[in-house]
């Protein structure tokens, strides 16, 4: 099965405060297999009926890659440009942004201007907040969402995950993520959900969905961007936010709470209320969690969410026990009824796992006679690897012990290591030499060998430098900077020929 095969048609109607469903499917832009096979892995055990990755954007080849569905292996298609993974997927309304800060936002604004596409989430740090500002006006034109930039994602329980998400499969069994609760939260921090993720489940019935909007000072989404969704959606019986030092977004809320947008119980605490101890202004992990001005400080904001009607512990130690008491009233009052626990199924452990946990074993493919690491000194055919360094055997002596089993006199020590450096070159011009040589030992004329290796010539050896030179002048007498080149060129998924050769002689 490909997850082409179950990507059919446009994306399933959603309400507009839902972003996430069981039927989401994403396109993956970066070829990150560890965050592909976790999603997948939340998707088993959450027991949705298809992968929620429809499709990978990997700028450097196309095909299929192959990963895990449960215990059977599935191929998702792969793709160089995200044009084509739309066109191919058009039911896929997610895009996971893995590019580099370099590459995230051409990418997030393609897919922001993608009809199909309705949410970007950028997991990359360190977008130019001019560029960020720009994608957020895109976004709020064209209806579309954004989480991040640096953030971890988020996660719908028992529907779709971003990326990694919520951590290991443990520990989101251990959060009940696999199937949804009534609580939904937004944090700035992608670190602390995972810690509201586990809260949540111990204190409620668990979490509904959770969000981290990122680290910078001008997310993509903010606070009160996600809880007015909350708000809407009438599976969501609580709210939850963990804000910050630095950045006005809070007050937002506070407004929304004071004119009766968010009615819905929200428990609400910023951290960093021990930055008041520091002689001076401390700049936290975050971009962002910097106060500029005391309203931007963790206390004020605290205040000012209490005042308006969100229930505010004292401390972060007190935050679960405010979770606690919230959730524990909506139940005795009769507005909602705890969801109940439901069991996983279970996930098959990888081989490598498995062996390296010692639950299973494996027989040896081989058995070597030659070198022995098992002992606290490595030895080659008997020989400790120290007394090969203190006679100085060489690369020659030590190819003796390992080809031939024995030590070989100096003079054939010696030979080897002549033929290693006359032939250890590094260059292209090697396949072309190597082809002559064949040629000739297998009883051609001279002329012949000599046309065996020059008949290897081709785009990627000796050609690449009529290439390469092509490429340049093209590029120099249009005026344009070595830079543009690069782009271009890359833009257009062509190979610069001649990139990676070094230069022998600088005389």
């Not at 509904?208 to 910078?216: F, K, L, R, S, V």
């Not at 606690?324 to 009824?337: A, I, N, Q, W």
Request: aromatic share 8%; proline share 5%; with cysteine.
């Amino acid at each position: 099965m490909t997850a082409k095969e179950v990507s059919k048609g446009k994306p399933r109607e959603k309400p507009d405060y839902k972003l996430f469903d069981p039927y989401t499917k994403a396109i993956i832009f970066g070829y990150q297999q560890r965050a592909i096979q976790r999603m997948l892995d939340f998707d088993y055990i959450s027991r949705r009926e298809y992968p929620s990755v429809a499709a990978i954007v990997n700028p450097t080849r196309d095909g299929f890659h192959k990963c895990f569905w449960g215990a059977k292996e599935i191929l998702i298609s792969m793709y160089r440009t995200i044009r084509e993974a739309v066109e191919n997927h058009p039911d896929a309304d997610v895009m996971v942004n893995f590019a580099s800060f370099r590459s995230a936002y051409p990418t997030t604004k393609e897919a922001l201007l993608t009809d199909t596409i309705r949410t970007v989430a950028v997991i990359a740090e360190g977008v130019p907040e001019r560029r960020t500002k720009e994608l957020i006006k895109i976004a709020k034109e064209r209806n579309k969402w954004i989480i991040g930039p640096a953030t971890v994602g988020g996660i719908a329980a028992g529907a779709f995950r971003i990326g990694n998400t919520a951590g290991t499969i443990e520990n989101i069994i251990a959060a009940k993520l696999h199937r949804p609760g009534s609580v939904a939260y937004v944090s700035k921090s992608g670190g602390l959900s995972n810690e509201l993720n586990n809260i949540i489940a111990r204190n409620t019935d668990g979490v509904y969905e959770g969000i981290a909007i990122g680290g910078d000072r001008y997310p993509g989404s903010t606070f009160i961007d996600h809880l007015l969704r909350y708000e809407k959606n009438p599976d969501v019986k609580m709210m939850v936010m963990l804000g910050e030092v630095g950045g006005t977004d809070e007050y937002d809320v506070v407004e929304a709470l004071k004119d009766g947008r968010i009615t819905k119980p929200l428990v609400a605490w910023c951290i960093g209320t021990c930055a008041k101890v520091f002689p001076a202004e401390v700049q936290f992990g975050h971009a962002g969690a910097r106060a500029g001005a005391e309203k931007e400080t963790a206390d004020a904001k605290n205040e000012a969410l209490r005042e308006a009607g969100a229930i505010v512990p004292n401390s972060f130690e007190e935050f679960d026990v405010k979770i606690k008491e919230t959730f524990d009233e909506l139940v005795r009052s009769g507005k909602h009824t705890p969801i109940p626990d439901v069991e996983p199924p279970q996930l098959p452990m990888d081989y490598d796992v498995a062996l390296k946990q010692g639950l299973i074993r494996k027989p040896t493919n081989f058995i070597s006679t030659i070198s022995d690491d098992r002992g606290e000194e490595l030895r080659y055919c008997g020989i400790p690897i120290s007394k090969i360094f203190e006679e100085k055997w060489g690369l020659g002596g030590v190819i003796g012990l390992l080809w031939f089993k024995k030590k070989l006199p100096k003079w054939a020590r010696d030979f080897l290591e002549m033929v290693i450096l006359v032939t250890a070159d590094h260059g292209p011009a090697v396949s072309g030499a190597h082809n002559s040589i064949v040629a000739a030992r297998a009883g051609k004329d001279l002329v012949s060998a000599l046309a065996s290796g020059l008949l290897t010539i081709g785009p990627r050896f000796g050609g690449a430098v009529q290439g390469a030179a092509e490429h340049f002048t093209t590029y120099l007498y249009q005026g344009y900077s070595p830079e543009f080149m690069v782009k271009d060129m890359k833009s257009k998924n062509i190979n610069i020929q001649g990139i990676g050769h070094r230069v022998k002689s600088v005389t």
